[in-house]
């Protein structure tokens, strides 16, 4: 009797855990409307950050490839600062220059009235700038790796460096470009430090996966918010990464001639 009481005790027991598992792990799973308002801020920020960066990463990508100048070497090292600078630091020259007080920031907001820092603009500004000398090297690789002989062939028939350009170097270097947007949504969507400087951790504003991560381990019992927003931050930083590399071996295919 004593063996039997025990046994459905026990079972008891364990049907209880059961149960309160089963009604607690939706729970578990489901994202919050911070959380999701974190995630949604986190890809605006970083579209725009890529947005706003792809541009001049192109144009300084193929002026680096192509051309000679006195000083090249002072541009390529200050294109690849951000990379080696801690991100707080880019963070404060950037919360001096677009601040309040900033000479960028002062003459906004005296002129126009606009008020950069401690936005969600100063966010994508902040991711965009820690991404763009990654978005600049693989775009300029891909540059480097087109001939220039065949753009050398089109200027004596008669075309333009406009029409050489957008209708030879940039489609061959396409895949390259795409790549290097790849890794600067990447990296603008995992920029902490220079953002916390510049925009601040201003939950619905400013709050990307990064800062949420930060406050929720800041905070008793967030631990469970915390492991969620990482698992999706290491779930899109990985879909990034992983398309970067194919790209860039597509990329070596096609300009090696071996394209399957």
Known sequence: MTVNSGNSCCQQVIRGVTIQNAQTSPDDVTLTEPEITALWLSLKVAGSAVAIALPLAVWCAWILSRKRFFGKWLVEGLIHLPLVLPPVVVGYLLLLTFGRNGWIGGFLRESFGITIAFTWIAAAIAAGVMGFPLMVRAIRLAFDGVDSGIENAARTLGASRRRVFFTIALPLAMPGVVAGTVLGFARALGEFGATIAFAANI??????????????????????????????????????????????????????GRET
């Open 203 to 256: 939950p619905g504003e400013t709050q990307t996966l990064p800062l949420a991560i930060y406050t929720a381990l800041q905070t008793p019992d967030g631990d469970g918010i915390a492991f969620r927003l990482a698992v999706i931050s290491a779930a899109v930083a990985f879909i990034a990464v992983a398309l970067s590399e194919w790209l860039n071996a597509r990329s070596r295919r096609q300009l090696s």
